[in-house]
């Protein structure tokens, strides 16, 4: 079925800043390593600096989405797309002071106004399209779009140019989206508007968003919330560390590359992962379009069983030949991004249409500030063995189909007394 005008309309958008949020995001590690011979700085100062950046990002999901819900979020995902590219041009301008300080502060900047895209476009989506579930796939595509684009074009660049002129041109797309966004025009409550009793400059006081946010963890949602979390642990455990992994097999270390790309220190293990990524845009796709089939507890049962059957077979699979490493690094991208649709509709399903802002937003507090806790645990575990670390992940992993197998028999009833589910979706 093919898309209507609005639901196009909507997709375009979202679809343009989703891509840009990991665009930008993912080309700050590139930036890193220039930040170390520029400022002449310990690893552990500027490692401390980009963190600043990337904790806002998480946290203050949970503001973008009360944000959301109170402005309307096209509003914010406009503020998301110029914050993010002034603040690049911020950074940029740190050069002039020459002061890591000023990186830090340009690295704040962008992490406070990237970090309430995800809130305001998943809400949009689920408020404003009839057929959430293709884009849903769509905007999963678009973020995997970035997450690859993002390092590649910032390392290229960096070939020829300055950095600071560097971080001055990936701006240029985040401030072309900004005007294209100003122009699009769209209902942002078309497929639910006979549900939504607010509007969106409805201010939500702290006593209503106290209450809110009861009401919301008194329901199913409170489920989804901590199947989510688990989600995050595994995502970004896995993402992490699985670079590292990669490059300290014998099997990958063994390719030879060309002359020009050893000049650059360009590594094999980069192009697998970034190739994972590439075959996620798959997965999204495919699990985008099964989630007006799928009933959303089923879908996340099944992705998790599968998710944890792959960490596991990692133990094994890493010490065979490169062309078993390759396959499961394609197995696991697709079904490592074909989770994500089925939680984004959960929250849809599970959580009334006034509250859709503040519910992605808690999801994603769960998704990426509950989730950076893997970081450390994964760490610490790796430093005993791969094992262990591909063992721990997995234990997430069962935790998340335990939660939602028992979702998918109707624990949400101990909170309705009804399925919340019944008849969103089946298999039929």
């Given at each position: ?6 639901d196009?309309?909507i997709?375009t958008?979202t679809?343009?800043a989703?891509a ?17 011979a520029?400022?002449?700085?310990s690893?552990a ?11 806002p990002?998480g ?8 944000l ?11 503020c ?17 002071v ?37 884009v849903?796939?769509?905007?999963g ?9 993002g390092?590649f ?12 002129v ?12 900004t ?8 209902d942002p ?5 006979d549900?939504?009793?607010a ?17 919301l963890?008194?329901?199913a ?15 970004r ?6 670079p ?29 992962y ?8 798959g997965?999204?796709?495919v699990?985008?379009k ?8 089923r ?6 069983a599968?998710?944890t059957a792959?960490a596991?077979?990692?133990v ?15 197995v696991?991208?697709?079904f ?17 249409a ?5 519910s992605?937003?808690?999801t ?5 500030g ?18 262990w ?31 919340a ?8």
């Amino acid at each position: 079925m093919a898309l209507n005008a609005n639901d196009r309309s909507i997709a375009t958008f979202t679809m343009a800043a989703h891509a840009l949020v990991h665009w930008f995001e993912t080309s700050i590690p590139i930036f890193l390593v220039v930040w170390l011979a520029e400022f002449d700085v310990s690893v552990a100062l500027v490692g401390f600096v980009v963190a600043l950046g990337y904790a806002p990002f998480g946290i203050g999901a949970l503001p973008g989405g009360i944000l959301a819900d109170r402005y309307g979020p096209k509003r914010l995902i406009l503020c998301c797309l110029l914050g993010m590219s002034l603040s690049f041009v911020a950074l940029a301008g740190a050069s002039v002071v020459d002061s890591i300080y000023a990186i830090a502060i340009g690295l704040v900047l962008w992490g406070a106004t990237a970090s309430v895209y995800h809130p305001a476009g998943l809400a949009l989506i689920s408020t404003g399209v009839d057929d959430r579930g293709t884009v849903f796939a769509w905007h999963g595509i678009a973020g995997n779009v970035g997450i690859a684009l993002g390092p590649f074009v910032a390392a290229t660049l960096l070939i020829v140019l300055e950095w600071h002129v560097v971080a001055a041109l990936l701006a240029v797309p985040g401030l072309v989206a900004t005007l294209y966004g100003l122009r699009a025009t769209f209902d942002p409550v078309a497929a639910v508007a006979d549900d939504v009793d607010a509007g969106p400059d409805d201010a939500l006081s702290l006593p209503e968003l106290v209450s809110s946010t009861r009401t919301l963890f008194a329901s199913a949602f409170a489920i989804i919330f901590v199947i989510v979390a688990f989600e995050g642990l595994y995502y970004r455990g896995m993402l992490t560390y699985l670079p590292e992994i990669l490059d300290g097999l014998g099997a990958i270390q063994g390719i030879e590359i060309a002359p020009a790309l050893e000049r650059y220190d360009i590594d094999p293990a980069f192009y697998i992962y970034v190739g994972l990524l590439v075959v996620g845009m798959g997965g999204q796709y495919v699990a985008g379009k099964l989630v007006d089939r799928v009933a959303p507890a089923r879908g996340l049962a099944a992705s998790f069983a599968i998710l944890t059957a792959l960490a596991l077979a990692f133990v094994p699979v890493t010490g065979m030949g490169l062309v078993p490493i390759v396959a499961l690094c394609g197995v696991f991208g697709f079904f490592l991004f074909a989770i994500q649709p089925f939680y984004q509709n959960a929250v849809a399903v599970y959580t009334g249409a006034d509250s859709r802002g503040l519910s992605y937003g808690y999801t994603y507090l769960g998704e990426f500030g509950i989730g950076a806790a893997s970081i450390a645990v994964g760490g610490f575990v790796l430093g005993i063995s791969q094992t262990w670390f591909f063992a721990t992940i997995a234990a997430f992993s069962i935790l998340g189909a335990v939660l939602s197998s028992a979702l998918l028999f109707g624990l949400d009833r101990l909170y309705t007394g009804e399925s919340a589910a019944a008849g969103q979706a089946t298999d039929d």
